[in-house]
């Protein structure tokens, strides 16, 4: 059953003097409970389409449904409560440097109304499933790349979504921290059933964690379906540039390990 559907989304930018099509006329579906993957080079439209998902971007033209509802006719009350069901990762983190991890994670539900007491009991049982416990009064000034990020899965989950939205997640992350945070989100989606959209321009990051993948290119779909089937047999050029890029990678760092 298809939890997200864009149906003939297309996104342009009004400049001075040109308009710029970030997204030109894309429809797929997500099913509900699979990690599905946007892959595509710089300027894709990567961004662009997950931000119309939320409608934090909302489309020149097209629909977008998110469990049976078309998005772009609510009201705004009925898509800010639609918002609290679909959490957003960032590639920079976003916490609060005021505040430290336990008020971060408490942060969502502070703005939903709840109260003090029952929020921080749930934030601490979140900074457990992402094992950050022994960090609850740390402030962001003293933590890692990874640990930001793993407090920014908390807050998320302290919304108690049923989507998770994953902008380059791991794009500002090494590669031994990129391989945690990509086990903690299949752990999340196997445990939790959330379902989870992971925008990426590393191939890598589908290989490892994606049911299926879109692959675009210049704001169009070059091609979409099965992780295994798009990389064994890529119909697109576009998906056969960065199945190159990522043997080319591949082979430096096998080059690397044996000097």
Known sequence: MSIIEIKNVTKTFDEKKSNIHALSDISL?????????????????????VRCMNLLEKPTAGEVWVDGKNLITLSSKDLRLMRREIGMIFQHFNLLMQRNVLDNVCF???????????????????????????????YPVQLSGGQKQRVAIARTLASNPRIILCDEATSALDPQTT??????????????????VVITHEMRVVEEICDRVAVLDKGTLAEIGKVREVFDHPKSNAAKSLLLERKIEQLGVNTADGI
Not at 30 to 45: H, K, N
């Open 29 to 49: 579906s997500v099913e509900e409970g699979e990690i599905f993957g946007v892959i595509g080079l710089s300027g894709a439209g990567k961004s662009t389409l």
């Open 108 to 138: 969502p539900m502070e703005i939903a109304g709840v109260k003090k007491r029952e929020a921080r009991e749930r934030a601490m049982n979140y900074l457990r499933i992402v094992g950050l416990e022994e960090k609850a009064k740390a």
């Open 179 to 196: 391989g945690t945070i990509l086990s903690l989100l299949k752990k999340i989606n196997q445990e939790y059933g959330i379902t989870i």
